[in-house]
């Protein structure tokens, strides 16, 4: 089960720290990943971090400014947005698939989201 926590209303410009906690025995066998989807748009890939933390993947909407995080002790990822826009606004879902590299892909489990949204 993944329960995802941190969305709410934000000016442009501001920030959220997005949390998504997976009450799974081995955290660390899977690769996680945040998704997010927009009224009346398709779901679309956001980031994906490796099992270990060291890889990162991010959209290219997303790049320099969203930082995507996991600790494995607390079986935790994390997705830091900084500098957010309007059309950032949207659903956001954590995904997690077995395996060790970060993926941009297909995943198996999903959490039930978290509304973003960006007043201008």
């Known amino acids: 089960q993944l329960q995802a926590s941190g969305g709410g209303l934000v000016q442009a410009g501001g920030s959220l720290r997005l949390s998504c906690a997976a009450s799974?025995?081995?955290?660390?066998?899977?690769?996680m990943g945040w998704f997010r989807q927009a009224p009346g748009k398709a779901r679309e890939f956001v980031a994906t971090?490796?099992?270990?933390?060291?890889?990162?993947n991010y959209a290219d909407s997303v790049k320099g400014r969203f930082a995507i995080s996991r600790d494995n002790a607390k079986n935790t990822v994390y997705l830091q947005m900084n500098s957010l826009k309007p059309e950032d606004s949207a659903v956001y879902y954590c995904?997690?698939?077995?395996?060790?590299?970060?993926?941009?892909?297909?995943?198996?489990?999903w959490g039930q989201g978290t509304q973003v949204t960006v007043s201008s």
């Open positions: 971090i490796s099992w270990n933390g060291y890889s990162a």
């Open positions: 995904a997690a698939r077995y395996g060790t590299s970060a993926y941009t892909g297909s995943y198996d489990y």
């Open positions: 799974v025995r081995t955290f660390s066998t899977y690769v």
